[in-house]
């Protein structure tokens, strides 16, 4: 989808964007080709729309049926796009070492039980928020794994590495399933 940027001074585009993307989010929805025309096509969306949402169905887009449009699109734009990030925040020179508590130890952990089912080497820890021995000895193999000083610490390029891994990791696994 293009930059919102690009629509600006645009409506009907915009509105058969938003349409296209509620259509392509739910099947029940008309499919429509944005051409910036007005005409039976879009006509036919709307009212389409405007009848599932229970407005009166002209296929005129008025200021009710463009906000209800509007409200859809967004829910159907944010069911399309990747998931939002998390971004970890360790201050600058923060090391997590073994036998301290944290609350990213729990994000470590889990995402190192997944990875241990990927990479034999890597040992499955317990969710306990501790680094203790068995988080340590899964963190100190991932790092020999990613060619990092095997520390069995979570430092930021240690984190850098697992966000990196666990991702690409998963979707693979994903694309098994």
């Known amino acids: 989808m293009r930059p919102k940027e ?3 001074g645009q ?27 007005y005409g039976p096509e879009t006509m036919k969306s709307v009212s389409h ?14 200021q009710s049926t463009w906000e209800a449009i509007v409200a859809v699109f967004d829910h159907a734009r944010i069911q399309q796009e990747e998931a939002h990030p998390l971004h970890v925040i360790l201050n600058p020179g923060q ?13 470590v952990q ?34 020999a794994l990613s060619g990092l000083p095997m520390t069995g610490h979570l430092d930021k390029h240690t ?10 990791a998963a979707n693979l696994q ?3 399933d």
């Open 110 to 143: 889990a995402m190192l039980m997944y990875l241990s089912e990927i990479y034999e080497s890597v040992g499955q820890p317990g969710m306990t928020g501790l680094l203790d021995d068995a988080t340590s000895d899964a963190l100190a193999s991932f790092q």
């Open 95 to 107: 090391v997590i070492r073994k036998g301290e508590r944290h609350p990213h130890v729990y994000l």
């Open 6 to 8: 690009s629509f600006i």
């Open 159 to 168: 984190w850098k590495h697992l966000a990196l891994q666990y991702p690409l």
């Open 11 to 37: 409506p009907i585009r915009s509105l058969q964007t938003m349409l296209r993307t509620i259509a392509q989010w739910d099947p029940n929805y008309l499919t429509l080709v944005p051409d910036g025309i």
């Open 174 to 176: 994903a694309s098994f």
């Open 49 to 62: 729309f405007q009848r599932k949402h229970g407005l009166p169905i002209t296929g005129v887009t008025d």
